[in-house]
């Protein structure tokens, strides 16, 4: 890569001190941010540098903070949105009827390759319609038994298979198994997912009215996954001597994937259950998990640790403990249309300093797509507490709620 920086001297009348001036001045404001790229063999790409370093320092001279933080958001932007438009979609599948579409490789799940166009947006096509693959950027693969390659993708000449070439070969998989693939450039926003939903539930009979909202949010990458979800259960009745009930909880989890389909996961969190009688419970700990299957359509995983809890009861003394958790979890994806998600935890806390005394948390979550990013999913949750601090309080929390998402 060669830089080339061309730096003109400054225009007649222009002065360093005025910002108004640099404003009304079109030559002040009029740049060209180049760089040139050379790649031997392929293709020569272009971008010129011109800066003008006294224009840098008119864009800055301003006596108001406010003027001077617009003016750098404008900065970022117009550097941004070149780099942004870079990334063509090169990307050439040619399908079994013959038929050529043009764009850009996102991902490769449960057997669909996810291809985003200029003008008809984000396909799904089967794996098993794609006659051929032009592409020249690499991907990232991961298979079921744990193993990630790096290679170019491509369909070969007989047979549903994937060819995968590496810089040790060409590497033959059949599409059950990979987990996934992801392009190596992938960015920020490919690799996150976000979930948000609402829901209501109203009895007249009763006047009672169920309200539920959450969120989710995940970040996966080659080895590690990030997890965030947070909900709120609000039970209200129109009778004035009948408390609310509400239940909230905040969870984080990291998870970094060792060799051999184990993993490493620290966790993090707060929660409220008025029915088991905690108004605060905050805790953290890791724990050592292993995935027992893994595949582009299912998730089985288990895990073991410990956890630090810290709880305030509604009318007892807080109360630090060490608990142990043992936990299964069950995820079920499909990406054919509509997508269909099913996801099935357990976690038990085992307390090590009041023997005797252990937690339960289980939830399962089924997500059915109504149209694109808009999907409705049920929830049935369970919560126990074998001997709450509070007195009056239950020892059992259960619930079933419906609603409306969006996903990114």
């Known amino acids: ?95 079994s009827n013959g038929d050529k579409i043009t764009g850009e490789i996102k991902s490769l799940e449960a057997g669909q390759l996810e291809f985003k166009t200029d003008t008809m947006g984000t396909v799904y096509i089967e794996w098993r319609f794609i006659d051929d693959i032009i592409s020249s950027k690499y991907q990232t693969v991961e298979t079921t038994t744990g193993e990630r390659y790096l290679g170019r993708m491509q369909k070969p000449e007989e047979g549903e298979g994937i060819s995968l070439v590496t810089a040790n070969g060409t590497l033959e998989l059949q599409p059950s198994e990979v987990v996934a693939a992801w392009p190596v450039e992938a960015t920020v926003w490919d690799k996150m997912n976000i979930d948000l939903s609402a829901g209501i539930d109203y009895a007249k009979s009763t006047e009672i009215t169920n309200l539920n909202f959450a969120g989710s949010f995940s970040y996966l990458t080659e080895n590690r996954l990030l997890e965030a979800n947070g909900s709120s259960y609000v039970t209200r009745q129109g009778s004035d001597d009948v408390d609310e009930q509400t239940k909230q909880s905040l969870t984080v989890a990291y998870q970094y994937f060792l060799p051999s389909l184990r993993f490493r996961t620290y966790m993090a969190g707060l929660e409220s259950n008025e029915a088991l009688g905690v108004d605060l419970r905050i805790y953290a700990g890791g724990a050592i998990g292993q995935y027992f299957t893994k595949t582009n359509r299912t998730w089985f995983t288990g895990q073991a640790g410990l956890v630090v809890s810290q709880e305030n009861p509604k009318d007892a003394e807080s109360e630090l403990s060490v608990e142990a958790v043992g936990g299964l979890r069950h995820r079920y994806f499909r990406y054919a249309h509509p997508k269909r998600s099913w996801d099935t935890q357990l976690l038990v806390y085992p307390s090590l300093t009041d023997f005797g005394r252990w937690r339960a948390d289980f939830t399962s979550t089924f997500k059915l797509e109504i149209v694109s990013d808009l999907y409705w999913s049920m929830q049935a949750y369970l919560n126990y507490d074998s001997d709450p601090l509070s007195q009056d309080a239950e020892t059992t929390d259960y619930g079933l709620t419906s609603s409306v998402g969006w996903t990114y």
């Open 1 to 95: 890569m060669a830089w080339d920086w061309r730096l003109p001297p400054p225009p007649s009348g222009g002065t360093r001190g005025s910002c108004r001036h640099a404003i009304a001045s079109r030559a002040a404001w009029k740049w060209v941010f180049t760089c040139r790229w050379r790649v031997e063999g392929a293709r020569e790409a272009e971008l010129f540098a011109k800066a003008r370093y006294h224009q840098w320092s008119l864009l800055f001279a301003g006596e108001s903070p406010m003027l001077r933080l617009a003016q750098l958001f404008c900065l970022v932007l117009l550097l941004v949105g070149p780099v942004a438009a870079i990334a063509d979609k090169t990307d050439v599948v040619i399908l």
